[in-house]
C-alpha cells in the first residue's frame, strides 16, 4: 500500500525523534508553494510535518556522495587463474646473491 507521497511499509517507523525547525524567507516560500501544489495535484491535504519528512527522506537518497558512503562499492576478488584475465605471468628474473650461480 502506497500514499500520494510515496509512503510505503517498507519506510514504517521503527525509531522516532521530533526535530522542530523552522522555515523563513525563500525556504519557507517554496516549501509552501511545494505544498499547495501537492494539494491541488493530489486533490487531498498535505501535511507539513509528512511533506518535511519525505523532503529530508528524498535529499538523503539523492545525495549520491552520502550514499557511496553508506553503500561503498565492493571490491572485486582477483582471479587467481592468469588465463582468466587474458594475461599471462611475468617471468621472473634471475636471483642473484643468494649462493646460486646465475
Do not use: C, W
Amino acid at each position: 500500500m502506497t500514499d500520494p507521497l510515496g509512503i510505503t511499509l517498507k519506510n514504517v517507523i521503527v525509531r522516532k525523534q521530533s526535530i522542530s525547525m523552522e522555515l523563513t524567507g525563500d525556504v519557507l516560500s517554496q516549501f509552501e508553494k511545494y505544498q499547495a501544489f501537492l494539494q491541488e495535484d493530489l486533490g487531498q491535504e498535505v501535511s507539513p510535518s509528512i511533506l518535511a519528512r519525505e523532503l529530508v527522506r528524498k535529499a538523503l537518497d539523492g545525495d549520491k556522495g552520502f550514499q557511496r558512503r553508506l553503500n561503498p562499492p565492493r571490491k572485486k576478488k582477483a582471479s587467481a587463474d592468469p588465463a582468466s584475465t587474458g594475461t599471462a605471468p611475468a617471468a621472473q628474473a634471475p636471483r642473484t646473491g643468494d649462493g646460486g650461480s646465475v
